[in-house]
């Protein structure tokens, strides 16, 4: 390497600064060989001169691009290298990103408002899905009021991935089971027996497409579902006295398994 007595070149300090790359990029760069500075002073430190400079300029713009450095030195130091075939595809693969990053901006979006509205359907979608007594205000009252709890936040996400066939089918599910137990409340079915147990566990199932449930936390969802005006009238609108059946049959189910409903806490 020609000592630097009496010409002029620049430190990799000064490079650095200049071109917005970093020291230590500079030092790897000249490790690999890809670009080594020209001179060294008598002191032993680098120096790049105008032709250093030149072939650095044109590394970072192609690193720009996304241009592994393999593919770089090829392009420098190759003369028959096709250089706009490597574009070409550098350009394909670009356009790939630029896809994937727009499903993923997409899809943040639509987590974003999924937790935020709870359900991403217009007023008419859940009219349509759920019935006319749906009252579309429901999702954004929810938010309020469990927006700051895990399960809200899984029920979010669970909803964002979610569109009105899914939705539609959930709702179904939904219809079936508030049948399944009026019937079976018509039927004279008692809380404990294998009928009603396989009913609890159903609606236990049924409720992993919104959030996981506990059979403690599914304790608290019955004593919900008795006391809460909504619920009830909803329940007691398919059978006079379902709200209330339908606790016992939790309760009942949750004492096979150990838990005792009068202790039992959301978790």
Do not use: K
């Amino acid at each position: 390497m020609p000592d630097a007595t009496d010409v002029d070149g620049l430190t990799v300090g000064q490079v650095s600064t200049s071109l917005g790359v970093t020291v230590r990029a500079l030092h790897h760069w000249d490790e690999i060989g890809l670009a080594r500075p020209t001179l060294r002073t008598a002191a032993g430190y680098r120096l790049y001169t105008a032709g250093d400079l030149e072939r650095l300029h044109r590394i970072v713009v192609y690193r720009e691009l996304g241009l592994g450095l393999d593919r770089i030195r090829v392009i420098l130091d190759d003369s028959t290298a096709d250089v706009p075939g490597a574009l070409r595809a550098q350009r394909i693969q670009v356009a790939d990103r630029i896809d994937r990053l727009q499903r993923l901006s997409a899809g943040l979006d639509r987590m974003i408002d999924a937790h935020e509205r709870g359900l991403l359907l217009t007023a008419e979608q859940q009219a349509a899905i759920f019935g006319p007594q749906w009252n579309p205000d429901w999702p954004a009252q929810a938010s309020q009021r469990y927006g700051a709890t895990t399960q809200w936040l899984q029920y979010a996400e669970r909803s964002a991935s979610r569109g009105p066939e899914e939705w539609q089918a959930v709702a179904d599910a939904h219809a079936g089971l508030d049948r399944a137990l009026g019937e079976a409340m018509d039927a004279g079915v008692t809380p404990g027996s294998p009928e009603a147990n396989a009913l609890v566990e159903r609606h236990r199932e049924l409720f992993a497409s919104y959030f996981p449930l506990t059979r403690q936390m599914q304790v608290c969802l019955g004593r919900m579902y008795e006391t809460d005006p909504g619920f009830a009238a909803h329940y007691d609108g398919i059978r006079t006295g379902l709200a209330t059946w339908l606790r016992r049959i939790i309760d009942a189910d949750a004492r096979t398994h150990g838990i005792d409903p009068d202790t039992a806490t959301w978790e």
